[in-house]
């Protein structure tokens, strides 16, 4: 950053087995480098010859394997080399990564061939992306679990306003305590969370950004239209998840109703 002269853009290209979302932090923690240069997206490139087999690899412990949580964080999915498959195994590798992360764009091409338009100025994690998710969320296809790691993309819609004290304590049980559990007793792990939500006393719709255990509530550029009923949406991708616990907890929130919590929020249970 010490270079004489303006950035356009900076790539940060990983391993395949680095986690994106240690990168992604790295502009919410660091507030100097946030002054200088802000993330604008994650992409992910999948092979489309071997990519089912990297998602389908199971990993000691209970672990989610680096393939799925990549394709879980991303914005843009590429799917590199369909010239060297058939279009029915093309089919199964867009159906599971679809069913992972049914938020995030797919590309298709050969080569690594991609208009640099599709994959610069995302703005996926600042206010600006408040405008394009509220239409992406309006067509988010039913996911079923990905395989048997169980990872999928949960979205709900929840009308109402929420107090912001109430909303992160919502958002912090997940992402902090990890003390939320599904009907099998199993923890929810959210490893990507966005939405727009309604704030008592903010005329504007509020992003929800979270990476992991990071996340951040930023007002966007919309205003709530004074003849519509203001209506909370939320996308959480990740292991576990139980939609109708999560609808019923973030009723609770907005109701500030505290019973509901306490069926599957277990504070002396908090997972590994």
């Known amino acids: 950053m010490q270079k004489k002269g ?20 790295m502009f919410w923690v660091d507030a100097e480098l946030g002054v200088d240069i802000y993330l604008d997206g994650i992409i992910t490139v999948v092979d489309a010859k071997y990519g089912l087999k990297h998602l389908a690899e199971e990993k000691p412990d209970g672990l989610i394997n680096e393939a799925s949580r990549q394709v879980a964080l991303a914005d843009i999915i590429i799917i590199n080399k369909t010239d060297l498959v058939s279009e029915e195994d093309l089919n199964k590798l867009r159906t599971t990564i679809r069913s992972i992360n049914g938020l995030g764009k797919i590309l298709e091409t050969q080569k690594s061939r991609v208009d640099l338009s599709n994959v610069l100025d995302l703005h996926a994690f600042d206010n600006l992306s408040g405008i394009s998710l509220q239409k992406k969320l309006q067509h988010l296809p039913i996911a079923q679990p990905h395989l ?8 709900f819609e929840v009308p109402g306003n929420a107090k912001e004290e109430s909303l992160n304590v919502f958002i912090q ?10 009907k099998e007793d199993n923890c929810m792990e959210v490893i990507r969370l966005k939405g727009l939500v309604s704030i008592k006393d903010k005329p504007q719709q509020v992003i929800v950004q979270g990476v992991h255990e990071l996340y951040d509530l ?5 205003s709530w239209k004074d003849d519509t009923e203001r209506t909370n949406r ?15 907890l973030f009723i609770a929130t907005v109701t500030e109703t505290e019973k509901r919590w306490t069926t599957h929020f277990k504070e002396d249970q908090v997972c590994p």
């Open 6 to 25: 303006k950035f356009d853009y900076i790539l940060l290209e990983t391993t395949g087995l680095a986690d994106p979302g240690a990168v992604a932090s």
């Open 148 to 155: 048997d790691q169980s990872i999928i993309t949960v979205t």
């Open 173 to 182: 049980n997940l992402l902090w305590e990890k003390s939320v559990r599904n």
């Open 218 to 222: 930023e007002e966007t550029p919309l």
């Open 234 to 248: 939320l996308v959480l991708i990740g292991r576990h998840l139980d939609k109708d616990i999560l609808k019923q």
